[in-house]
C-alpha cells in the first residue's frame, strides 16, 4: 500500500506499507522528494508504474516493480520527474491526482489546468 504522508512542517514522505497481514501492518519502504510533500497516486499494476502526484514537485513515475525495500529515491526507480515548463518549488508545478486512462496519464495542475501525459514519463 502507498500513504502519502501530507506533513507541511516537515519533509512529507510516501511510505510503502506491507499489508498482507492486516493486523500487523509494517513500513517497508519511502520515497521522499527534498522541499515538499506527496499528494494523490495512481497506480498501473499492469505495468508496474506508481504516478505521484506532488504538491510543488510535479509529476513523478516510480517503477514499483519486484521488492520494495529501503529508501526508493536512492535505487534509480524513478523516470524523469515532469514539471510541465515551471521550475519545482513554491508556485511551480504544482500538480494533483494523477490518472491512468486508454494509455495516457491525466493530472490537474492549479494552474496550468488538465494535463495529459504519455508514459513512462
Known amino acids: ?13 510516501m511510505h510503502v506499507v506491507d ?18 510533500t506527496p499528494h494523490n497516486f495512481w497506480l498501473d499494476e499492469a505495468n508496474q ?10 509529476l ?8 520494495l525495500l529501503g529508501r526508493l529515491e536512492r535505487q534509480g526507480r524513478e523516470y524523469t520527474p515532469t514539471f510541465f515548463d515551471r521550475p519545482p518549488g513554491p508556485g511551480g508545478a504544482f500538480t494533483w491526482a494523477p490518472q491512468l486512462h486508454g494509455g495516457l496519464v491525466y493530472a490537474s495542475d492549479i494552474s496550468l489546468g488538465l494535463l495529459v501525459v504519455t508514459p513512462p514519463l
Do not use: C, H, K
Open 60 to 67: 513523478r513515475a516510480l517503477d514499483v516493480s519486484g521488492r
Open 1 to 13: 500500500m502507498f500513504v502519502g504522508e501530507e506533513d507541511f512542517q516537515n519533509i512529507g514522505v
Open 49 to 58: 508504474v506508481l504516478y505521484a502526484a506532488w504538491y510543488d514537485q510535479g
Open 19 to 36: 499489508v498482507r497481514d492486516l493486523t500487523q501492518p509494517r513500513e517497508v519502504a519511502t520515497f521522499a522528494v527534498p522541499g515538499q
